[in-house]
């Protein structure tokens, strides 16, 4: 059982008082959710933690849907009256229309308020407000009757599988405008209308969703926030630090025993991150690997079952994407050691063949999901299947520095083919390798006299000469050998 508590000591936080929620429970029920996400905000402090059923209600107005135009377009009234009708005594007294939509300019206030209030309050108590994968233990609503139209709608994200499922997109569809004949009042104010699960989203039903949708960016850089500050804060042995609150976002065995294994959901956004054109983005999916590959040191996380992940993806990307995901690795110890084990694990399958495509991903990229927890023992033949192979050796507990001669049978090793994805993937390793030799505490001697000698050179020109299209990284690699021949 991942326990977060035991992780580290949070600041004390007060609960915010009945009278300070009720200032921005009114005006949601209102609708006026610009005003409120603005009291919210003069009300955040270190030193009371938000509501869970507010925070939660923020989340669904930043994730709520812009108006399908390029412009900002604030909702309006579908059947506006004519000015040229009615006379001006009756239009003055005209009660004013209302709606319970969030507009595009409250999404983008409510993205800015739970960006600062990661920065202001603990993780745990923000992460109270996030899906809980298999949770039985459900918090109540404190102070939450769901007599708002965003309080009832905002219940979807506390049914979501994991926090991962509400980035998606088209997971907070668009709703209708309430009926002209529905107009506010002090009995009417905030309550559901009548056409609220009549949606204005045009029929997708054949299209393939983004896991991160466009407007829901900014709630994926909250959620790597929000778990960079947990590891931060993770007190014990610096070289395993990850975050607690990462690790239950990863369910459980359904059998009740076991590792924890089903990453595929946020490995799907890491590498939709790296294969965007921003390079914030692509960082975001650096950041998200780095955080996942913190909780592979846990011993409640199946190494063997998310390498296996990892690695299923790198077949069938582009050579593009494997470079942009492989050059984001961390400088780190951990970082590094992971990215020699996935490289290692990778060449050892195509050397073996078992990188066919009746195992490639593509129209199987969920492979692995299929398989969740629908029988306990396949889970566990899962497992055990990765430990039986050539692959049992990466295990997170074992997993340690090879000896340089299974680095160059990788390097050299080609088993008749190459591509592209293979050599760059040979780079990666050679570099990783590199750099873990030059942070040890005791060197490989091996590694040395092949750096020195010359023959860490002769081997690059001949694994990366014979390809035009690996010039350039030749070139680059045979520069760092002569860099690492004099260290």
């Known amino acids: 059982m991942v326990s977060h508590s035991s992780s580290h000591q949070d600041p004390q936080e007060c609960e915010m008082t009945r009278n300070q929620r009720g200032l921005v429970e009114t005006c949601f029920e209102e609708g006026q959710y610009e005003s409120g996400i603005a009291v919210l905000e003069q009300l955040r402090s270190e030193n009371f933690k938000p509501p869970v059923f507010l925070i939660r209600q923020l989340f669904y107005i930043a994730l709520y849907p812009p108006p399908p135009s390029v412009d900002h377009v604030e909702e309006r009234d579908p059947n506006p009256a004519s000015p040229s009708k009615g006379s001006p005594t009756k239009q003055k007294h005209q009660a004013p229309k209302m709606t319970f939509v969030p507009s ?134 610096v070289s395993v630090k990850h975050s607690p609150l990462l690790l239950l976002q990863i369910p459980p065995p359904r059998s009740g025993t076991g590792l924890r294994w089903e990453a595929d959901a946020p490995l799907d956004i890491v590498f939709y991150c790296v294969s965007q054109g921003q390079s914030q983005r692509r960082q975001l999916g650096h950041e998200l690997m780095a955080l996942l590959i913190g909780i592979y040191l846990s011993a409640e996380f199946d190494f063997n079952m998310f390498l296996e992940q990892v690695t299923s993806r790198l077949y069938s990307a582009s050579p593009e994407i494997v470079q942009t995901f492989m050059s984001g690795f961390h400088l780190s110890h951990s970082a590094q050691l992971f990215k020699l084990a996935l490289c290692r694990k990778f060449l050892s399958d195509e050397s073996d063949g078992r990188n066919s495509s009746s195992r490639r991903p593509k129209p199987q990229a969920r492979a692995v999901r299929a398989a969740r927890g629908i029988v306990p023992t396949r889970e566990e033949n899962l497992s055990s299947s990765s430990a039986n192979d050539s692959s049992a050796f990466f295990s997170a507990s074992k997993i340690s520095m090879p000896p340089t001669g299974d680095i160059v049978h990788l390097l050299t090793g080609s088993n008749g083919r190459t591509s592209p994805v293979i050599l760059t993937v040979k780079k990666e390793l050679l570099i990783s390798y590199a750099y873990l030799q030059q942070i040890a505490e005791r060197r490989d001697i091996e590694w040395q006299q092949l750096a020195t000698d010359g023959r860490l050179e002769d081997q690059v020109n001949s694994v990366f000469g014979g390809e035009s299209y690996a010039q350039q990284d030749r070139d680059a690699l045979i520069s760092l050998v002569r860099v690492w021949a004099m260290n």
């Open 104 to 237: 595009v300019n409250a999404s983008e206030a409510a993205q800015r308020l739970l960006l600062s209030f990661v920065r202001t309050n603990t993780p745990t108590s923000l992460f109270q407000a996030l899906p809980q994968p298999r949770r039985s233990n459900e918090l109540p609503f404190e102070g939450d009757d769901h007599d708002s139209v965003v309080a009832k709608e905002s219940l979807c994200i506390k049914d979501a599988k994991h926090c991962w499922a509400i980035l998606k997109e088209g997971f907070v569809p668009r709703i209708k405008n309430s009926p002209p004949s529905l107009l506010a009042g002090k009995k009417k104010r905030g309550k559901l209308i009548a056409d609220t699960e009549e949606y204005v989203e045009e029929d997708r039903s054949n299209s393939v969703f983004a896991p991160v949708a466009e407007h829901a960016w900014l709630v994926l850089q909250w959620l790597v926030e929000l778990f960079q500050r947990d590891e931060s804060l993770t007190s014990g042995d």
